[in-house]
């Protein structure tokens, strides 16, 4: 289906960016120019995750002057030089204390292309254990390193499921993590030639396990190259998925929404 007509009988479809970064710095100055842009496009909500100890306590004031969007807590693997021995105790005492404000514990994870394995699966098996105390799913980043969360997993059950952000990896791998109750992010990835093992496989698994997302202002889309990226383009992640999957546009984009309606708590 080409692209064009899709937008046509999409219009009235209602999204939400799954995980987008809105706080950061690319987005920042024309950040009200990006949430109305999203908003003109059908994206009505955006679940804005926590990176450092410092941001997921700044995320609390964001998300006062932007309603329309939810938050979490967590300290990014990406960041494992920068964030202090104490900096975990830190965020659960901040978790614990605004709980009400939060839909879930992370940006957290593995990323094996980043320095510190070790360091990082005891700071990822430290966030699984608080999302499992404060009933709060996880935002799971991923890099080489499915086999180390799953091994984490093995350990800590998490109990309240999340979500694989921008997942990508065999039907094998997805089926794993939707059997620990877990759902995956559907995001630019699929949007590439090379993205198109990860579209086939996620053509074929429950619409249950889904979920839309951008990454912004990170992984622009297969056009957008060097560009940064903003959560309207979610509407585009969407077209591209509705290439591969069997249901009709209405149906999909409906469930979509209430798959991160309900993983995240939001009303
Ligand atoms: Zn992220």
Not at 126 to 154: G, M, T
Not at 208 to 225: F, I, K, R
């Amino acid at each position: 289906m080409a692209a064009g007509k899709l937008s046509d009988s999409t219009h009235k479809i209602a999204f939400i960016d799954s995980h987008c970064h809105l706080d950061f710095s690319e987005l920042a100055a024309g950040l009200a120019t990006h949430i109305k842009a999203a908003q003109s496009a059908g994206v009505e909500r955006f679940i804005v995750p926590g990176v450092t100890l410092t941001q997921s306590q700044r995320l609390l004031e964001f998300k006062t002057d932007h309603p329309e969007c939810a938050i979490a807590a967590g300290l990014h693997p990406y960041f494992i030089d920068k964030h202090h021995d104490s900096d975990m105790a830190k965020l659960a005492q901040h978790a614990k204390l605004n709980r009400a404000q939060l839909c879930a514990i992370g940006e957290c994870g593995i990323d094996a292309t980043c320095e510190a394995l070790a360091q990082q699966v005891s700071l990822f098996e430290a966030h699984v254990r608080l999302s499992n105390l404060l009933e709060l799913p996880l935002i799971v980043h991923h890099r080489k390193s499915h086999h180390l969360i799953a091994a984490v997993f093995k350990r800590i059950k998490p109990k309240f499921g999340g979500v694989i952000h921008a997942f990508s990896g065999s039907k094998q791998q997805a089926e794993y993590y939707i059997s620990q109750g877990f759902k995956l992010g559907v995001g630019g990835t699929i949007t590439y030639p090379r993205g198109e093992k990860t579209a086939q496989i996620i053509s074929q698994l429950p619409l249950e396990s889904l979920v839309l997302e951008t990454d912004a202002p990170s992984m622009p889309l297969n056009g957008y190259q060097g560009k940064v990226n903003t959560p309207k383009r979610v509407v585009e992640v969407f077209e591209k998925l509705c290439e591969y999957r069997p249901e009709t546009p209405n149906l999909l984009g409906a469930m979509l929404y209430q798959n991160t309606k309900q993983l995240f708590g939001i009303s």
